[in-house]
């Protein structure tokens, strides 16, 4: 009784966590591609910090999953959270003191911001089993995507207030203050498994150290035990393909000025409908998962956002257009959910943080070069091709996930 009542508590203070991380983030990401849009107009520019994260995430993430995986996933979230305040505050000072050389400050602070994220997001999964327990992972996964959903559709319509009335420096120091809150939550979590992780990983280190092992062998054994399971293997690198559509991310603020003839209030309509759906999904996550075979969850999510992507980039009508777009992101969530979900119930702990970071680092791997790419057809074109082109592309590897046996034979998320 005592284990059930703290895991619920622990169920709400990690969503609770959560929800303060994604709303620092949403603000923080609006304020930086606003400034760098408002400078230039240049939509290649601002994807150019699209294609900065992913490289980052690709070159940095393997390394921090291994870091992950020996220490107290705890330790390295609060680790992660200090980055986060230290490129708020840095960002504020640059700012303040450094204009001049503030475009190309900016890139680095988006790099650190972007390590930051890549050591919060696997100790996070290696946590999630120890202070809920497996079989509450799609529940809660739901409920931090609901509250995520929450948080960023408040916080891109706070962050243009925001901009307008304290400015650049205000929003970055909101940041940095919403980090904080969330890393003084965090101690409040009761870690159930404790004594024996950290003997375990205290272990671990150890042996580590006696067999002089490097953090590319360490990246090496996590790359084996992926492709020893054929069926999660495959999902991840059509993920990884899939995520050539990821270019459309950056080009959402073009589309609502070229194809809705729109300003930000549209704007920021779309990105509610778009939140509101993420709810839904968060909030029934366990019932529209598992309502149908994994396989055909994961096809059908997948064709469903691909089409969806299609009209999005076609539509003119405003009203149809945020239609579209509920269904758009109705989609996309209950993918990424039931991903995340895998990734954890599948993996070990012991290998958790690395595979979850190697995961990310194969899903982005293809996505500067299509970033900055959609940009410069965007200039050059329109932004709509890139839309519909990303959606045939999800489409077909949709119908791809559908059809393959391997994926065929996961029996349940």
Known sequence: MFKLTNRKKNMSV?????????????????????YIYDQSGSALLASIVTAISFITQILAGP?????????????TMQLGFTLMIFVGISMAFIYYFLLDYFVILLYLGVIIHDIGMATIKPAKSKLLPRIVGTERIV????YISSSSQIALTLGKSMSGFLIAFIGFIGVMLSHAALYLLA????????DFTLSQTNESEENAESERENKKQSYISDIKDAFQLMRSFRPLFKLIVIGMVINVASVIGPLFVVIVREQYSSGPIVFGWFNAVGAIAGVVVGLFANRIINFVK??????????????????????????AGMGVYFIMSFFL????????????????????????????????????????????????ISASIVYIFAGVWVVVWGIMIYLDKDIREIESV
Do not use: C, H
Request: proline share 2%; charged share 10%.
């Open 14 to 34: 990690i969503v609770s966590n959560q929800f303060l991380t994604a709303l620092a983030d949403s603000v923080y990401d609006v304020a930086i591609f606003w």
């Open 63 to 75: 390394f921090i999953g291994v870091l992950a995986d020996y220490k107290n996933p705890k330790w």
């Open 139 to 142: 529940q809660v996964n739901g």
């Open 183 to 190: 890393s003084i939550l965090l101690k409040l979590l009761i």
């Open 294 to 319: 994994p396989y055909m969850m994961f096809g059908l999510s997948m064709s469903g956002a691909g089409l969806s992507m299609i009209l999005v980039g076609t539509l003119s009508n405003i009203y």
């Open 333 to 380: 969530t209950v993918f990424n959910i039931a991903f995340s979900s895998l990734l954890i119930t599948l993996v070990e702990d012991e290998y958790r943080g690395r595979v979850n970071n190697l995961t990310t680092a194969f899903a982005t791997i293809m996505i500067p070069v299509f970033s900055v790419l959609g940009g410069f057809v965007a200039d050059q």
